[in-house]
């Protein structure tokens, strides 16, 4: 059964008149109930298209939150072949908060690293939600090393509330981790695309996503802390996260706008969540369009032009 979000109610009632009227026709041996059930359908279908088209932040927030929303597992199912996973920082341990490695995209070689969410409760407690300790961020540079070194570019999915903030999380030097897998992504001599795909929170997403190409699915956010706590922070009342949503610009339209991320890939009318083959399919076609603009560059211009970009961010409004 489909998952509906609050702002989604007017939609789920006519879906349902359309699922009771099918129903009716299915038990009646297909009484004459055709030409209703195809004004209802449309009538829904204008009904979510016109939704989409108009929500507001905070509403885009809960979207890119949806528990149906495709995840980092997901992606790696759909289009990676001969995925092999690679484990540990080397250091510490494992954190399966991040789940990197290496496989083909359409047959060129990759590595491939992201946030995994979980789609279970067991799921979500084994990924911890997909909030990384420092061994995540450690694990994430040990492989973008060994891509640069290799010669293969380097795909990141972020789908992340932010970095983990437990007492352990510090201790083990959580700050300085994020800041070094930073450093990892601009120093790779090998083009990094970034794919925003569910929530890009905060220096956990970063950590992971300073990239040659940073991209947003099209209802994804991309924020420096969650709309929750910057309403806490600056207003001291979580509940005024609608108000937080819209003052910080976390939308992908914003952030285009303002030239943080290059491009925005479209998703399914209703959201990812509503056809997550056809939403994933898109990003990969992104994925490869981007990493083709870079063949042929040397690491050198591909360190530099990754420079400029960043550099440039802020400078013309």
Not at 89 to 116: K, T
Not at 248 to 257: E, F, H, S, Y
Request: hydrophobic letters at 40%.
């Amino acid at each position: 059964m489909r998952a509906y979000l609050d702002f989604e109610k007017p939609v789920a009632e006519l879906e349902a008149k359309v699922e009771e009227l099918r129903a009716v026709g299915d038990s009646d041996g297909g009484i004459a109930i055709g030409e209703e059930l195809t004004r209802l359908e449309a009538k829904a279908a204008k009904a979510l298209a016109d939704l989409y088209a108009a929500l507001t932040p905070w509403q885009k927030t809960l979207v890119a939150r949806h528990q149906d929303r495709p995840h980092f597992h997901d992606y790696v199912k759909t289009l990676v072949t001969d995925f092999t996973p690679l484990a540990g920082d080397r250091q510490f341990g494992e954190d399966e908060a991040i789940v990197a490695g290496f496989g083909r995209l359409d047959g060129r070689p990759i590595c491939i690293m992201g946030q995994e969410k979980g789609s279970d409760t067991e799921g979500r407690l084994r990924h911890n939600f997909g909030m990384a300790r420092p061994e995540g961020y450690r694990k994430a540079v040990r492989l973008m090393e060994m891509a640069d070194r290799f010669g293969l570019p380097v795909i990141s999915l972020v789908d992340t509330a932010g970095a983990f903030p437990g007492i352990d999380a510090e201790e083990r030097g959580q700050a300085e981790a994020i800041a070094r897998s930073t450093d990892a992504c601009l120093d790779l001599g090998v083009p990094n695309v970034a794919v925003i795909v569910g929530e890009g929170g905060s220096g956990g997403a970063v950590a992971i996503a300073t990239a040659s190409r940073v991209m947003m699915l099209e209802h994804s956010i991309y924020t420096v802390a969650s709309p929750e706590a910057s309403a806490s922070i600056l207003w001291r009342d979580s509940k005024r996260r609608e108000d937080a949503a819209v003052a910080m610009k976390i939308t992908a339209q914003d952030l285009l706008r303002f030239g943080i991320i290059d491009q925005i890939v479209p998703e399914p009318i209703g959201g990812a969540h509503r056809d997550p083959v056809a939403a994933m399919t898109a990003t990969g076609k992104a994925i490869n369009d981007a990493l083709t603009s870079f063949d042929g560059k040397s690491p050198e211009e591909i360190r530099n032009l990754r420079a400029q970009k960043f550099l440039a961010m802020g400078r013309k409004l």
